[in-house]
Nanobody, 121 residues
Framework: QVHLVESGGDLVQPGGSLTLSCGAS????????MGWHRQAPGKQREMVAT???????IYAEAVKGRFTISRDNTKHMVFLQMNDLKPEDTAVYYC???????????????WGQGTQVTVSS
């Protein structure tokens, strides 16, 4: 079994900052792609920031210059530092990872349960 657990979501005023954290746990042999997506009410889920298979970083245009993704491979964790938050950043933020379980040869895609970020005055 593998689990992804996010934390750090909160209510914050416009212009404020938050840091989201996500940790993968379980029978993990290796972690590849790791990133963040979000889903606002009435909208489709969208990629926010992610590490690719080659460990390149991709950001959505809407968050470039404001959000920073980082990871700690020793702890199977990924973080999202969010600065200058705007009301349109309000969404449930989901962690996503490609994981190879111990004893397996198949990479599988895992998602966390989500953490709510609300930007409002």
């Amino acid at each position: 079994q593998v689990h992804l657990v996010e934390s750090g979501g909160d209510l914050v005023q416009p212009g404020g900052s938050l840091t989201l954290s996500c940790g993968a746990s379980g029978n993990i042999r290796n972690v590849g792609v790791m990133g963040w997506h979000r889903q606002a009410p009435g909208k489709q889920r969208e990629m926010v920031a992610t590490f690719t298979v080659r460990n390149d970083i991709i950001y959505a245009e809407a968050v470039k210059g404001r959000f920073t993704i980082s990871r700690d491979n020793t702890k199977h964790m990924v973080f999202l530092q969010m600065n200058d938050l705007k009301p349109e950043d309000t969404a449930v933020y989901y962690c996503n990872a490609g994981i190879l379980q111990t004893g397996s040869v198949v990479w599988r895609d895992y998602w966390g349960q989500g953490t709510q970020v609300t930007v409002s005055s």
